[in-house]
């Protein structure tokens, strides 16, 4: 039986690493004519409350927020026009959070039936400090993930 993909996703973070997943994946996309989805986590700024000597309160999180927002948008759009010249069409989504939690909810809410996603390759106490986002999808969605290495030097 033929494996087929109708829907790949692709997580980035806006590392040259994360970046490296989107050769394979729109081979793939072309190969298959997959949906190519796009996905970028922004961090989840806690609020930053600051008083000021007028005694009123600022709330730097939520400026902060939507500014990491816009610019993980924009970063999407313009990875999209890339692909788009090359034929490729493919949509951007975000969302604010944990990465490896958000981009499991997404698989198992969208029907994904690829991941294409970068990984660091880290193994012993550096895995464990710093965990890794591709061992947690790994572990939690039932479709299957291409895992690209960390080549030298990308971060």
């Not at 806006?14 to 081979?27: D, F, N, T, V, W």
Request: charged content about 25%.
């Amino acid at each position: 039986m033929a494996t087929t993909y109708a829907k790949i996703l692709v997580p980035l973070d806006g590392s040259k690493l994360a970046a490296a997943a989107l050769a394979p994946a729109r081979a793939l996309a072309e190969q298959f004519g997959a949906e190519l989805i796009l996905f970028r986590v922004a961090p989840n700024v806690q609020q930053n409350i600051e008083f000021t000597v007028e005694r009123k309160v600022k709330d730097w999180g939520g400026q902060h927020q939507a500014r990491l927002v816009d610019e993980a948008g924009e970063a999407l759009d313009l990875i999209r026009a890339e692909l788009k010249i090359h034929g490729i069409e493919a949509h951007g989504v975000m969302a604010v959070g944990d990465p490896a939690e958000k981009i499991v909810d997404y698989v198992l809410d969208n029907d994904v039936d690829l991941v294409v996603m970068s990984t660091h390759g880290r193994t012993g106490l550096a895995r464990w400090t710093y965990g890794s986002v591709a061992r947690k999808v790994l572990d939690a969605v039932p479709c299957s993930i291409f895992l690209v290495r960390n080549a030298a030097g990308a971060e």
